[in-house]
C-alpha cells in the first residue's frame, strides 16, 4: 500500500485512517496479522512512535487487538469492521452533500445526477 | 527514565556575540529530535557543546548525567557540518579508520550502505562530489551504535533521492535505547520522521513540541508553521 501523507493534518489521525481503509477493504483481513510496527513505520516513512501511537489508537476502538505472543491481528469481529466501514462511508457522504449544497445544488439534482453517475458506472 | 542530553541554564559567549542565552532543554531516549531555528539562532553551538568541544560560559550541560569529556565521546556519534576527513583517503579506509576507533563501529553495515548509494569503496573522498563527500560521512556516523546522535545538517548537500534513502536509514537504525538530534533547514523532509521539534530563537528554546502537537494546534506543517513564525 502506498501512504499518501498530507502536510497539514496530524500525521499520526492519517495513519489511522490510512489503517481503517485497509482493514474495511480487506487489504488487512479479519483476524490476520498486522506487520510489526517498525515495518509499517518504515513502510510510510515515519517514526516508530508516531505509528505506535495510530496502533494504539485502533485497538482503543477495537479493531486491532494485540495478543500476548503473537503481536497484533485485526479484530476478528466482522460486525465491528462492517460498523466501522458504514461509518467511513457516511463521512464520505456528508462531505459529498456539503460540497453539493455549496454548489447550490437542491435535493433533486442531487438524486438525478447520482442516478444518472450510476447509470454510467 | 534518564535524560540522554539535558541542559540547565546554558548560556554561551563568543567574543563578539552571545550564541545560547539560558536554554533549558531534557531530551530523552528513542526519540528523533528536529533542532530547528533560524541562522545564528544557536543550533550548531548547542550541537558542539553536547558533542564536547566547546565548553559552556555558564549553566551545566549533561550527556548520560555526565558532562561531556573523554567518557561521553564514547555514546555520542557526532556528524559536523564541515567534512574533516584526509581527503586523500578511499571511503573504505575510512571505514577502517573508524572501525579501528571506535568500538561501536559496526564496518558490515557501513559497507552495505556504501553499497546501496552507489558509491565504490576504492574511491578517494578528493575525487568526490560534495553530496558523495556527505553521504560518506554520514554513513560513518550511522554505523556506529551509539546513544546519542548528533547531526548537523546532514541532508543540505543531498540530492532527494538520496535524502529519502538517509532517512529511511535513520529510521531502520531507530534504537529505542539512542536519541537522534538533527539540525536542518529542510523541514518539510525531515518532520514526518521526528517525534519532537525544538526550535532555537536568539539562543533560547522558543517552543518543544511534538510534530503532531504542532499540526493540530496550527494546523499547518511545521514547515509552513516555521516560515510564518520566522517570515523575514
Given at each position: 500500500m502506498t501512504w499518501d501523507l498530507k502536510?497539514?493534518?496530524?500525521i499520526y489521525l492519517q495513519l489511522v485512517e490510512h489503517l481503517q481503509l485497509a482493514i474495511v477493504s480487506g487489504r488487512?483481513?479479519?483476524?490476520s496479522r498486522v506487520p510489526p510496527v517498525r515495518e509499517l513505520a518504515s513502510q510510510a516513512a515515519v517514526n516508530p512512535n508516531t505509528m505506535q501511537k495510530a496502533l494504539q489508537e485502533l485497538e482503543q476502538s477495537g479493531l486491532i487487538q494485540t495478543q500476548r505472543t503473537s503481536g497484533r491481528i485485526v479484530t476478528e469481529d466482522t460486525d465491528r469492521i462492517q460498523a466501522t466501514r458504514q461509518q467511513l462511508a457516511k463521512n464520505q457522504l456528508d462531505a459529498f452533500f456539503e460540497q453539493m449544497q455549496r454548489l447550490g445544488c437542491t435535493r433533486h439534482e442531487i438524486l438525478s445526477l447520482v442516478e444518472k453517475e450510476l447509470s454510467i458506472v | 527514565m534518564e535524560p540522554i542530553l539535558e541542559c540547565r541554564k546554558l548560556f554561551k559567549d563568543y567574543t563578539s556575540c552571545r550564541a545560547l542565552a539560558g536554554v533549558d532543554l531534557s531530551l530523552y531516549p528513542g526519540r528523533i529530535i528536529g533542532l530547528l531555528g533560524p541562522n545564528g539562532s544557536g543550533k550548531s553551538t548547542l550541537i558542539k557543546l553536547a558533542a564536547g568541544l566547546l565548553t559552556p560560559t555558564s549553566g551545566e550541560i549533561f550527556v548520560a548525567g555526565k558532562a561531556p569529556g573523554a567518557a561521553t565521546k564514547s555514546l555520542v556519534s557526532y556528524l559536523p557540518e564541515r567534512t574533516y576527513l584526509p581527503d586523500w583517503m578511499t571511503a573504505q579506509q575510512v571505514i577502517d579508520f573508524f572501525a579501528d576507533f571506535y568500538a561501536d563501529f559496526d564496518a558490515q553495515a557501513a559497507g552495505d550502505m556504501l553499497h546501496r548509494l552507489n558509491i565504490?569503496?576504492?574511491?578517494k573522498l578528493k575525487t568526490m562530489s560534495k553530496g558523495t563527500k556527505e553521504k560518506v560521512q554520514l554513513i560513518l556516523v550511522m554505523s556506529r551504535r551509539a546513544q546519542l546522535y548528533l547531526l548537523d545538517?546532514?541532508?543540505?548537500?543531498?540530492?532527494p533521492a538520496a535524502r529519502d534513502y538517509i532517512l529511511q536509514t535513520i529510521l531502520t537504525n531507530y534504537n529505542p535505547e539512542a536519541a537522534v538530534v538533527i539540525s536542518t533547514h529542510l523541514i518539510g523532509d525531515v518532520e514526518k520522521v521526528l517525534d519532537q521539534v525544538v526550535m532555537l530563537q536568539n539562543g533560547q528554546v522558543m517552543l518543544c513540541a511534538t510534530v503532531d502537537d504542532i499540526r493540530a494546534e496550527h494546523g499547518c506543517s511545521v514547515d509552513t508553521f516555521f516560515r510564518e513564525v520566522f517570515k523575514c
Open positions: 502536510s497539514d493534518r496530524p488487512l483481513p479479519a483476524g | 565504490l569503496p576504492g574511491t545538517e546532514p541532508i543540505g548537500g543531498v540530492d
